[in-house]
């Protein structure tokens, strides 16, 4: 997997990892809550495989949703596996495959602040977020009831990771930025 995951980063000059299904928990050493759902242990481990390989070459990555999900994960980290179970709402998702306004602060002197205003409001579908960033991530947006909305990668030119779907609400921002760092 890991070489064949090379040779595909070899060719590519940046890497988006999209949404999707929950991460499987035994990646980070949990047991799977009742919620959790569309845990696909092969995508998982392409992903992470892709992910690896784009980190060792230095390509641009943008992570989003379960993207962010994966990176967190496969530097360390730790998720929370059901929001409402913590926050004690479902603002972030909700219901499956909608869509909820989320207010997002921006942290200032962030590679995000640079492409994004100091706040924001967000299109999310997640019911799960970072519990314990991985090694080397910083989180450099939250939403207003504390949840990590992003992170990045201290160590890395551009490696970015939004919890939001910025496709679905048509900001082109930090597609922008990355297509800026893969040239």
Known sequence: ??????AVVSVLDALVLSGGGDVDPAWYGAAPHRATAGVNRQRDESELALLAAALEAEVPVLAI???LQVLNVHL???LIQHLPDVVGHTGHQPAAGCFGPTDVTVEPG?????ILDPSITV???HHQAVDRPGEGLLVTASATDGVVEAVELASAPFV???EWHPEQDGD???FEALVRAAR
């Not at 997997?1 to 090379?6: C, D, K, L």
Request: hydrophobic share 40%; net charge positive.
């Open 1 to 6: 997997m890991a070489a064949s995951a090379g």
């Open 110 to 114: 962030s590679l995000l602040s640079k």
């Open 65 to 67: 949703c379960r993207g």
């Open 172 to 174: 082109l921002r930090l």
């Open 76 to 78: 360390g980290g730790s």
């Open 123 to 125: 299109a999310c579908s």
């Open 160 to 162: 970015v990771g939004v």
